[in-house]
């Protein structure tokens, strides 16, 4: 499944993220708000259980997720995004994975997994604000899975449709929100016209 956001506050994010004149902390601040955009779109489907809250004047029925979430960060580039999303729900678990992907193989490296004990009944929300060539993306997936994990999304701000087969080829069930698909990769293994990179601009580095 694959849900490309048409939102208008999406959009107008999405521009700013794409300014090469978008400074560090701004380029920050509108990948955070981006994903707390998205996120309400994501959790549109997400059960609910029926529970008794008891307000000032009476006891009202009531609704409240019924599944735990778990966010898991493909780092670093994934951190504002989970971010914004814990901002939103602020009960889910965070998880970290580090992958990098090779410069000259662009084939994804792990170097860092850290996850609650267990992801079997969870809704997990990966986040990478670039789904570029797919491996890394295919990667993370695998890594929750090995997890016992069944209920998994994918968000990212920029997704290559090359990237978004990929993902698709591998893991058909995965549920991929996007605020926008590229057509184009560059030899770089950058998305075309992109955003450049996403890691280096949310934290002023080279």
Not at 16 to 35: G, H, I, V
Not at 85 to 103: F, M, N, Q, T, V
């Amino acid at each position: 499944m694959l849900y490309v956001s048409k939102h208008p506050l999406v959009m107008q994010k999405l521009s700013k993220l794409r300014d090469l004149n978008t400074k560090t902390y701004e380029f920050r601040k509108n990948m955070e708000e981006l994903a707390m955009l998205l996120g309400y779109e994501l959790t549109a489907d997400f059960p609910v259980k029926e529970v008794r809250v008891k307000t000032p004047i009476a006891v009202s029925t009531s609704y409240v997720i019924s599944k735990d979430i778990v966010i898991v960060a493909v780092l670093r580039a994934g951190l504002a995004l989970m971010e914004g999303l814990s901002k939103i729900i602020p009960d889910a678990k965070l998880a970290h994975i580090g992958l990098y992907r090779d410069e000259e193989t662009l084939k994804p490296v792990k170097y860092y997994l850290r996850f609650p004990d267990d992801l079997k009944d969870s809704i997990v929300v990966i986040v990478d604000p670039m789904l570029a060539t797919g491996g890394s993306a295919v990667e993370a997936v695998n890594i929750v899975k090995s997890r016992e994990a069944k209920n998994i999304y994918f968000m990212s701000a920029i997704s290559s449709r090359m990237g978004i087969d990929v993902l698709r080829k591998h893991h058909p069930d995965i549920k991929i929100f996007t605020a926008a698909v590229d057509e184009k990769i560059n030899d770089k293994g950058y998305i075309v016209p992109g955003l450049g990179d996403a890691g280096d601009r949310m934290f002023g580095t080279d």
